[in-house]
């Protein structure tokens, strides 16, 4: 059965790759979380939310996951530009719905596993992650 699981993993790989870094591509950030997967061999998709779109069942996902507050950049310039009566009342549907419309709200990278989601890169959280995620 192990064996079999194996298998099917590397099926799996070939098909897909498991782990997708979500966000755009001229963001400082993003390049840098691009550069370490990159520098590790690690396989993964780039998904770029403004090339690319992002579904709403994918942004109901992460908001109940991480929850909007972690997903947001309060410190972007997407937050920064709303109105202060749309950021007081932002809750977690007020904030999937500023998030389709203005894809640059979420905290860049977002990372998704296939296990679980990460905002933000540093290479010691990227450390972590993939220490505890083996692939």
């Given at each position: 059965?192990?064996?079999?699981?194996?298998?099917?993993?590397?099926?799996?790989?070939?098909?897909?790759?498991l782990i997708t870094l979500y966000g755009i591509k001229n963001c400082d950030t993003v390049k840098k979380a691009r550069r370490w997967l990159d520098e590790r061999g690690i396989d993964y998709q780039f998904h770029d939310f403004r090339a690319d779109g992002l579904s709403a069942d994918s942004v109901q996902e992460w908001i109940e996951e991480l929850g909007w507050e972690t997903l947001i950049n309060k410190?972007?310039?997407?937050?920064?530009?709303?109105?202060?009566?749309?950021?007081?009342?932002?809750?977690?549907?007020?904030?999937?719905?500023?998030?389709?419309?203005?894809?640059?709200?979420?905290?860049?990278?977002?990372?998704?596993?296939?296990?679980?989601?990460?905002?933000?890169?540093?290479?010691?959280?990227?450390?972590?992650?993939?220490?505890?995620?083996?692939?």
């Open positions: 059965m192990i064996c079999y699981a194996a298998h099917e993993y590397r099926i799996a790989r070939w098909s897909k790759p410190r972007s310039t997407s937050w920064k530009q709303l109105d202060a009566k749309t950021r007081d009342a932002m809750n977690s549907g007020s904030a999937k719905d500023a998030i389709l419309k203005q894809p640059t709200l979420i905290k860049r990278p977002l990372l998704d596993t296939g296990h679980a989601h990460f905002t933000g890169f540093s290479a010691d959280s990227y450390e972590k992650i993939f220490a505890r995620h083996t692939l």
